[in-house]
């Protein structure tokens, strides 16, 4: 099964302590494994899973979006640039 392009659904059942056990195509499909940590993420009565470095990644690549541009870097000589003036400063 082709995990990331299919689309399909899988339950599980709430134990006593509230805990659930995640499919194996679900697992898969997050490349998540075991001692990995997920995300949930609730929104009008669904929730999302998200493998948490996953997230943690969308979460900052949205935070620094734009941050290039508004510091002038253009190119990765722009980069050098900036890398070498803070090396300066410490």
Do not use: C
Not at 23 to 36: I, N
Not at 74 to 87: G, T
């Amino acid at each position: 099964m082709d995990t990331m392009t299919t689309v399909f659904t899988d339950n599980a059942k709430v134990m006593p302590k509230g805990q659930v056990t995640i499919p194996k195509d679900v697992r898969k499909a997050l490349g998540v494994e075991a001692g990995d940590r997920v995300t949930f993420v609730v929104s009008q009565g669904e929730v999302r899973i998200i493998n948490s470095a996953v997230y943690a990644m969308k979460l900052l690549q949205e935070g620094m979006q734009g941050q290039a541009e508004a510091a002038a870097i253009r190119s990765e000589e722009d980069v050098l640039k900036l890398a070498k003036s803070v090396r300066a400063e410490e």
